[in-house]
């Protein structure tokens, strides 16, 4: 069990561009899970993968974000056309479907500053 | 729907007293509760969780949350704070089961102990 792994830590970048963040869950979890985390306030639901499958998305989440899970493994955020509110730490979370499939194992975020 | 409300942003105690962090759930299915815990600069760990088995959950570093239905509450306490306990604690809630799997976390309260 070597936890979940999130890439980069830090992301600074300029209003307008694009970024993609990577995550890699626990190896035998099948959940993936996508949070933002803004100073002051708990994680914010993004959006949930069951293997492959994006099972559930937030209506907060705007058009401009995008996640992945193509083979059912590692996943990747996409923020097309950043804003200064896109600023904030993504966090991603894996959990298992067997005993314990509740509790959430997260990784330590990537930082996204938006300037 | 989901949701959890936790009572105060901001508690301080001093080593050696009793801590008490309150928590409020809304669930129209019976909830899994948690509360996680987040160290400076770490990503969020799980403390404990009711899974509707006993109501009174013990968890690690002396930890304990009672699920009280009428109250709709789970308030964690622990009887005696430790310096290194000074954290922040999120209080979450999901569903589970046939309701899905998507944890929603309350707003947070950090704890600050006192020497």
């Known amino acids: 069990d070597t936890g979940v792994s999130q890439n980069p830590r830090h992301k600074i970048t300029k209003r307008g561009q694009n970024v993609t963040f990577r995550c890699d869950p626990i190896?035998?979890?099948?959940?993936l899970y996508w949070y933002r985390q803004t100073l002051g306030q708990g994680p914010e639901f993004l959006t949930y993968?069951?293997?492959?499958?994006?099972?559930?998305k937030s209506r907060l989440l705007s058009d401009r974000f995008s996640a992945e899970r193509p083979k059912g493994s590692f996943s990747t955020l996409e923020i097309q056309r950043t804003e200064q509110g896109d600023s904030a730490m993504y966090l991603c979370?894996?959990?298992?479907?067997?005993?314990?499939?509740?509790?959430?194992?997260f990784g330590s975020g990537t930082q996204l500053s938006v300037l | 729907a989901q949701s959890v409300t936790q009572l105060g942003s901001h508690v301080s105690v001093s080593e050696g007293a009793l801590v008490l962090l309150r928590c409020n759930y809304s669930s129209s299915v019976p909830p899994y509760l948690f509360w996680y815990v987040q160290y400076p600069n770490q990503g969020l760990q799980l403390l404990l969780k009711y899974t509707s088995a006993a109501t009174l959950v013990k968890g690690i570093n002396g930890f304990e949350a009672e699920f009280k239905k009428s109250e709709t509450s789970f308030h964690l306490t622990k009887p005696s704070a430790h310096m290194s306990d000074a954290a922040e604690y999120f209080c979450a809630v999901t569903p589970g089961g046939t309701g899905g799997f998507k944890t929603i976390f309350g707003a947070g309260t950090r704890l600050f102990v006192k020497a």
């Open positions: 190896s035998e979890h099948n959940r």
């Open positions: 979370a894996s959990s298992s479907t067997g005993a314990n499939n509740e509790k959430l194992f």
């Open positions: 993968f069951q293997n492959e499958a994006q099972l559930e």
